[in-house]
């Protein structure tokens, strides 16, 4: 059975930098395309970025573009995500998904969330 776990959330003054960490177990990690999602209270979730493999193909949404970078170690079964420029309306819970799908049409495992706040 596959598992994400995230880490990195934290606590950031507007402005600030947070890496994000999925680590990935119980599946072949180079075979899957990871994803970004985040959810503020009140709100439904949204996708942040993606990153493919083995190429790496990445895309972010508009609201983060510019700020976040996606990347991947794949030797390492890890995705990171890196928030830099932070603003509060960032807060939500993040989470890691995988999918073996090209369209990223769905995910098979999901991590279990990793609290980002960002204050102003």
């Known amino acids: 059975e596959g598992q994400l776990v995230e880490s990195g959330g934290g606590l950031v003054q507007a402005g600030g930098s947070l890496r994000l960490s999925c680590a990935a177990s119980?599946?072949?990690?180079?075979?899957?395309?990871i994803g970004w999602f985040r959810q503020a209270p009140g709100k439904e979730r949204e996708g942040v970025s993606c990153i493919s493999s083995p190429d790496g193909s990445t895309y972010y949404a508009d609201s983060v573009k510019g700020r976040f970078t996606i990347s991947r170690d794949n030797a390492k079964n890890t995705a990171f995500l890196q928030m830099n420029s932070l603003k509060p309306e960032d807060t939500a819970v993040y989470y890691c998904a995988s999918t073996p799908y090209s369209d990223y049409s769905r995910y098979d495992y999901w991590g279990q969330g990793s609290q980002v706040t960002v204050s102003s």
């Open positions: 119980g599946f072949t990690f180079d075979d899957y395309g």
